[in-house]
């Protein structure tokens, strides 16, 4: 995983973006994800893998998938955790981040976790630690481990994501998940078309490789419909992307009349039932979202242990076993 090019030797690798990992890296940590997921259908659902590790997590915006899955992740791997939660703090961002990460690099953790909201937050992270740094979501920019989760569900279902036809629909503008699987969608060779209104979805997007289509029919094509959020919290105040809910629902809604036998629907969470997404198909047999919630555990075990163990081939049962410690890493550098 050539993660945030060396700077100097023994440099820690880091997930920032999916467009840190080559398709190698997406396999393997895929495959790592399967060993664990043997474990977790254990009575003893521990393993070794990271004992005498520490693993902090730091949520400056909510969460309830991605902060539990984490911690529970670090801990089912032996790893001592501390979870910070700093929602709603009134101190200017940039401080409070450097802060924060400055104070709690002085316990030498092995990994950081951050969600922050704004964009390119976690990248500057990797420059006030010497820990191993995850991006749990920036702003609308990335969420590689969501993605990862992603592709897991996917494949577990399907097999492959090969010529897979994948439709991502609604506010794709606001949403970093859909940033991060377009491109994990493309590299493991799936087709993927943005449907939703063109005020939420970027026009630039097709430069990526991917179709668009402004017409809800389109998802009947899919294979797979992933329903996003509507993120209001990220629209800027006083823009109206969309007429009123009841309308967006009505046009551009997942609803049981639009959805076939066979089609994988899947939502990264948290649903906003009646708008994006019907309940009937949400709890129905087409949805595979506790899947994905299911598969982010074991994916961020992977992940974790991918990280601290470094890019070597897959080895599944090297996973169960304790990860020897690497030799010094540099500490302290300034957040740029
Ligand atoms: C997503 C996120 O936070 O970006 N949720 C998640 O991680 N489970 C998507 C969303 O908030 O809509």
Redesign the pocket.
């Known amino acids: 995983m050539e993660l945030f090019p060396p700077s100097q030797p023994q440099a820690r690798r880091h997930l920032i973006s999916v467009s840190d990992l080559d398709r190698d890296d997406v396999e393997r940590i895929l495959a790592t994800a399967e060993s664990f997921e043997a474990v977790m259908h254990r009575d003893l659902k521990k393993v070794p893998t990271l004992r005498g590790r520490t693993v902090m997590t730091v949520f400056f915006e909510s969460?309830t998938?991605?902060s539990s899955s984490f911690e529970l992740a670090a801990k089912r791997l032996s790893a001592d955790v501390v979870s910070l939660k700093a929602v709603g703090s009134s101190v200017d961002k940039g401080e409070s981040l450097r802060d924060t990460v400055q104070t709690l690099s002085a316990y030498d953790p092995d990994v950081i976790v951050i969600r922050h909201a704004a964009v390119g937050a976690a990248a500057r992270v990797t420059k006030a630690t010497s820990a191993h740094v995850v991006n749990a979501?920036d702003g609308c920019h990335q969420?590689p481990t969501?993605c990862l989760l992603d592709l897991y569900t996917i494949r577990a279902v399907r097999g492959s994501l090969d010529s897979l036809h994948v439709a991502i629909v609604g506010d794709v503008m606001h949403?970093?998940?859909a940033r991060s699987n377009i491109q994990g969608l493309l590299m493991l060779g799936a087709r993927v078309t943005l449907v939703g209104p063109p005020t939420l979805i970027p026009r630039h997007m097709t430069s990526l490789g991917v179709e668009v289509s402004h017409d809800i029919s389109a998802i009947a094509d899919a294979d797979v419909i992933y329903v996003?959020?509507m993120?209001h919290e990220r629209m800027s105040e006083g823009e109206a992307y969309i007429p009123s809910l009841r309308e967006y629902s009505a046009l551009w809604g997942v609803t049981s009349e639009r959805v076939r036998p066979g089609q994988l629907v899947m939502h990264?969470?948290?649903m906003n039932r009646g708008v994006e997404i019907s309940s009937d198909v949400a709890d129905g047999p087409s949805s595979h979202v506790i899947d994905q919630v299911r598969a982010g555990l074991v994916v961020r075990m992977a992940v974790l242990y991918d990280l601290l163990a470094g890019p070597g081939p897959a080895d599944a049962s090297a996973a169960l076993r304790p990860v020897p410690v690497a030799a010094g890493v540099a500490a302290g550098q300034e957040v740029a």
């Open positions: 969460s998938r991605t979501g969420h969501q949403s970093r998940v996003l959020r993120q990264p969470g948290p």
